[in-house]
């Protein structure tokens, strides 16, 4: 279905309050001193599908909640019913008298409030207040000057927490056997808390329902203007229900409101309808196309609406089965649609939209190209190339047209190509640009640039000397840059030695080889961010010589690193060389080394400010080593989250590297063993020392926290939720945002949903970290969400339940 109409009102409820008698029914008993009585007017009530309606029953009680002008709460009071004929009632409340401003909050359902105090507030209260089951609350907030017998209540219309939604078709030979809705919440909140928003302050927080009464725009967009950032409430679980047949009808349907814009898993209709002599399913996601843009969006299901969805053509028969129409692409959203947000290829049976690419990093100012190709008519043969019809909108930046000016200065499309200029200044930090390539039919492409200055090397260099033996050791390391982004990853290192006298050392590790023709090749080392993160940018490639004179020069090159700072050389000279020996590190009272691992395990994460001291041997007697007088080649010692300048040795000397990253230093006995005692400057620290010597191979030693163990369990199921450990053999994903977009890592669960997370280096105490576990995959992947700090994680043994995200 490609004409699907969206047409959205509002619905309220008028709730006419007053203390004025003239207004009061006859029957209502006189007011004692202190209370005031309100009349509330109901529309006609229709039937509905489920406990939510157009009107709610007519004993539901209604409370009044009062709170202070600063937001915190006085009372909650249950108010009493004197008459109710169906479409007016009136009520009578006892409310505490005050001479300075109080906000009261009109709750009307069957909600369970708490034992509330004086130190809680319309935040903690209505941010948490909610319903389920299908229940309906009404809910509206005022502000009155005071609370004094004889004064008059404005009148307050009361706020559904639930929007209904209504499919209509204008077509003869389609019939609508009715619809049902997918991926709804379980809860809905009783009150529409919006956060701290400065333009939603002068109703406390809470979005606004008063739209302007004449207005050229829609009522969506006139909510969505007077409630900004406002995306809707989320609240308890989504239910994954498959429908099944006596669940499609054509009574509208109520939903409890949920952010759809930004939801990973939207909610959708799911349309049986009899077309052609059969009987389909068609599934329809919430949107709305612009019309001069072609730009698809999801509508939010904001509480008070209704949507009606008109059908006005069809361009086919739908899915045999619910489930099938399920695991498709909306048949009104195939372009804009999040399950098929990275293909570059998308169809909708008469049409078809690709894009070369859809996510890149950019490191230059050179021009980039993206092509495109739109073509009508495919359902007859190759269809017509129609790139003319084509619109492409920069969107999301800070300017008027969309522009993000740190990451584009300009582009220009025609012909099949996008052509992006970034800025002549390329950004130290990422820079993000969107753009958003549309058509007439409804397929559309997101693309995303990412822009950055081209990175450096931090370091690359390798053993300096190697003896003229075939098979001798060669470490070569490469340090990257901090902070480099997780779009960066996996980065592809490609290592070329400039004589092919070196191979990669397949004991310790595994480097393919890329071949360039039938003379050049190139050995290719690839790094995931979390290898980045665990090992603070710092990499060790070992390498043998395959003949004995094997001197040559190094260079590591990536297309995002400028070429400079990257080669290193070794060469061939003198008869010996030298292996360091018992390499060590302790620190008195914290932890243990492991000779067989050559790592220090601290027995705390609190690593800042800890001692931990480096030793070794260089020369035993006997083992040809001869000084000629001079003092004995520098050691280069290289580590991480170390103060350097305070570096206490027991023996010899040193200098701080001229780069800050380690210490040269000069042994004073070229026999005894060197101590050298550092001071870690973080917590989480882990790390490693490298020494290096003209003499003698690189030796590497490592330290890390301890082990932290973290259980998984996860929630699923409808409307009878269970709880159960993430099963074995099953993988959490670690994230380091909560739009889980910035991956860190995957971990393979143990028994009882446990996972062991080795080492918390590169976040800090205070870090969140999200965690996801999915199951199906594709049109079926289900995430179910969790996060905990990593103070909170490696305090105590913890649990994360898991939800299913939105």
């Known amino acids: 279905m490609k004409k699907i109409y969206y047409y959205i009102s509002l619905l309220t409820i008028l709730l006419v309050t007053s203390c004025q008698q003239q207004e009061i029914v006859s029957e209502a008993p006189a007011l004692k001193s202190g209370e005031y009585r309100f009349t509330v007017n109901i529309p006609e009530p229709r039937i509905a599908t489920r406990a939510m309606g157009d009107t709610p029953a007519t004993d539901l009680p209604l409370h009044v909640l009062v709170f202070d002008e600063n937001g915190f709460f006085v009372a909650n009071q249950l108010a009493t019913v004197n008459s109710f004929d169906g479409t007016k009632g009136t009520y009578t409340v006892q409310l505490p008298p005050s001479d300075r401003a109080r906000v009261l909050h009109f709750v009307l359902g069957d909600v369970e409030f708490g034992d509330y105090v004086p130190d809680d507030s319309e935040t903690s209260i209505f941010s948490q207040l909610t319903v389920t089951n299908g229940t309906d609350a009404y809910w509206q907030r005022i502000t009155v000057n005071n609370i004094q017998d004889g004064m008059t209540l404005p009148e307050v219309t009361l706020i559904r927490n639930f929007a209904k939604i209504v499919v209509s078709k204008e077509l003869e030979q389609l019939e609508v056997l009715g619809y049902a809705i997918v991926r709804e919440t379980t809860e809905g909140t009783v009150a529409p808390y919006a956060g701290t928003d400065e333009a939603l302050g002068t109703n406390g927080g809470f979005a606004t329902f008063n739209l302007p009464a004449e207005q050229e725009s829609t009522v969506y967009e006139q909510f969505t203007s007077l409630n900004p950032g406002f995306g809707g409430n989320n609240a308890g679980s989504v239910d994954e229900t498959v429908p099944q047949e006596a669940d499609f009808t054509n009574t509208p349907k109520y939903v409890y409101e949920r ?44 509480r008070n609406f209704q949507y009606t969805i008109r059908i006005t053509s069809v361009s086919g028969v739908g899915y045999d089965t619910p489930q099938e129409a399920i695991d498709a692409v909306a048949s009104n959203n195939i372009g804009a649609s999040v399950e098929v947000s990275e293909v570059n290829t998308i169809q909708d049976g008469k049409n078809e939209l690709y894009v070369s690419e859809t996510d890149l990093l950019v490191v230059t100012s050179d021009e980039v190209t993206i092509d495109y190709e739109y073509r009508e008519g495919i359902d007859e043969g190759e269809g017509t190339l129609a790139n003319d019809k084509v619109k492409i909108f920069a969107v999301g930046g800070s300017g008027e047209d969309g522009l993000n000016p740190n990451a584009v200065a300009s582009f220009t499309y025609s012909d099949g190509v996008l052509s992006i200029t970034p800025p002549a200044s390329l950004p130290a930090l990422m820079e993000e640009q969107e753009f958003i390539v549309t058509t007439p039919s409804g397929l559309s492409r997101r693309i995303l640039l990412r822009v950055h200055e081209p990175f450096r090397f931090r370091v690359v260099d390798c053993t300096d000397n190697i003896p003229r033996v075939t098979g001798s050791d060669v470490a070569l390391t490469i340090g990257l840059p901090e902070n480099m982004p997780t779009s960066a990853f996996p980065l592809t290192l490609d290592i070329e030695p400039e004589r092919k006298s070196i191979y990669p050392d397949v004991t310790r590790n595994r480097i393919p080889v890329e071949s360039e023709g039938n003379q050049t090749f190139s050995y290719q080392a690839t790094i995931s961010y979390n290898e980045y993160r665990t090992q603070n940018g710092t990499f060790t490639f070992y390498f043998k010589t395959n003949m004995a004179s094997s001197a040559t020069q190094i260079t590591v090159t990536n297309p995002y690193f400028l070429n400079e700072n990257n080669t290193a050389r070794f060469v061939n000279e003198g008869d010996m060389h030298y292996s360091f020996i018992n390499v060590r590190l302790a620190s008195e009272g914290n932890g243990d080394f492991s000779t067989v691992d050559d790592l220090f395990t601290f027995n705390t994460y609190k690593t800042g400010a800890k001692k931990i001291t480096l030793s070794f041997t260089l020369h035993e007697q006997g083992d040809g080593y001869t000084s000629d007088g001079s003092t004995h080649p520098v050691v280069e010692i290289y580590g991480n989250f170390m103060n350097w300048a305070k570096a206490e040795p027991s023996t010899g000397t040193f200098e701080v590297d001229p780069d800050g990253d380690g210490i040269h230093y000069t042994p004073g006995d070229p026999y005894g063993v060197q101590s050298i005692t550092f001071t870690i400057t973080e917590d989480l620290a882990t790390g490693r020392f490298q020494l290096e010597s003209y003499d003698h191979g690189t030796a590497i030693v490592e330290y890390t926290t301890p082990p932290c163990t973290v259980r998984f369990q996860y929630v699923h199921g409808n409307y009878i939720p269970q709880t159960d450990y993430v099963p074995s053999n099953a993988t959490i994903s670690l994230y380091s945002d909560r739009d889980y977009q910035n991956h860190v890592a995957d971990y393979t669960v143990g028994n009882n949903g446990e996972i062991t997370i080795r080492s918390f280096v590169g976040f800090e105490l205070t870090s969140t970290l999200y965690f996801r576990y999915s199951t199906g995959s594709g049109y079926r992947a289900t995430n179910y969400d969790g996060e905990a700090t990593v103070q909170s994680l490696i305090s105590s043994p913890q649990t994360i339940t898991l939800k299913e995200g939105y």
């Open 259 to 302: 952010n759809q814009d930004e939801a990973s898993r939207p909610a959708f209709v799911l349309v049986r309808a009899q077309y052609n002599g059969g009987a389909y399913y068609y599934k329809l996601d919430l949107v709305e196309t612009d019309p001069s843009t072609y730009i698809t969006t999801y509508l939010n299901l904001y």
